[in-house]
């Protein structure tokens, strides 16, 4: 959000999350670091009331007690839960994360502000806990899903993708798997790229060679295949 912030147009690379069908999410657990649950749970409280996303008194009563387990895990379970969603707030401002992340970490006297310059309580942050997969925390996560892609097209921000490190990071069967070939991300501006030329022995002229491919055994005609590379071409061209 940074790019958004300062009127520039943004560029998310490996955007495969936000490119992702909702069909390869599964049941299952998963891990994630404590204070990356907390803000992705404050998240949630904000999708609840921005986009009026369907939660029971059920869901909303276990998102404030797995927030208070937190809190208390990263010992910061004097704070009022009330006050740590302001503290916690304060991150969706670019300003206000580099007063708490900068060169002055005490500016404010608040307990985030000291969590963020104490190196136990950054380190009990950083050490995960089991988040339960299942049909409640995949609404959700759909909801930030297409919250973040209305924003990215809003912003006309530039999305990568890298056809051969995408296949091998996300896990997919074949290259007509990958997600960039679905027309629910036509309005996306997504752009070809290549990754560490050295891990994957890969140049540009390879990963077009490669989207091209997987376009034609997506399902796209040549003459069709080949109007999409040359969008995506200028895409890349545009990106700042």
């Known amino acids: 959000m940074l790019a958004s912030h ?16 909702r069909e390869r999410s599964r049941e299952g657990r998963l891990l994630q670091p404590r204070f990356e649950r907390l803000c992705d749970l404050r998240w949630e409280e904000h999708l609840a009331w921005d986009m009026r996303i369907r939660r029971g008194d059920g869901r909303k009563r276990a998102v404030e007690h797995e927030m208070r387990l937190l809190l208390d895990e990263m010992e910061l379970g ?4 009330p006050q740590a969603r302001v503290l916690l707030d304060r991150f969706t401002s670019p300003d206000e ?7 002055k970490p005490y500016r404010y006297e608040d307990p985030l502000s000291q969590f963020l310059g104490n190196r136990r309580k950054t380190l009990l942050g950083q050490q995960p806990v089991e988040v339960v997969w299942n049909s409640s925390e995949r609404e959700v996560s759909q909801a930030a899903r297409d919250a973040v892609r209305r924003k990215a ?10 056809p051969s490190s995408n296949l091998l990071v996300g896990d997919y069967n074949a290259l007509e798997d990958h997600p960039m070939y679905l027309e629910e991300n036509e309005q996306l501006k997504l752009t070809i790229n290549s990754d560490d030329p ?8 390879d990963e077009i060679a490669y989207a ?5 055994a997506s399902g796209m005609t040549l003459p069709e295949a080949l109007t999409w590379i040359d969008r995506l071409r200028r895409n890349g061209n545009a990106v700042p």
């Open 97 to 103: 994360t580099f007063a708490l992340h900068g060169r």
């Open 6 to 21: 300062y009127g520039l147009r943004a560029r998310i690379g490996h955007g495969l999350a936000l490119l992702e069908s």
């Open 153 to 162: 097209i809003d912003m006309g921000a530039f999305i990568e993708c890298c």
């Open 198 to 205: 050295l891990t994957f022995a890969t140049c540009l002229a």
């Open 212 to 216: 091209l491919a997987g376009a034609i």
């Open 78 to 81: 004097s704070t009022p839960l």
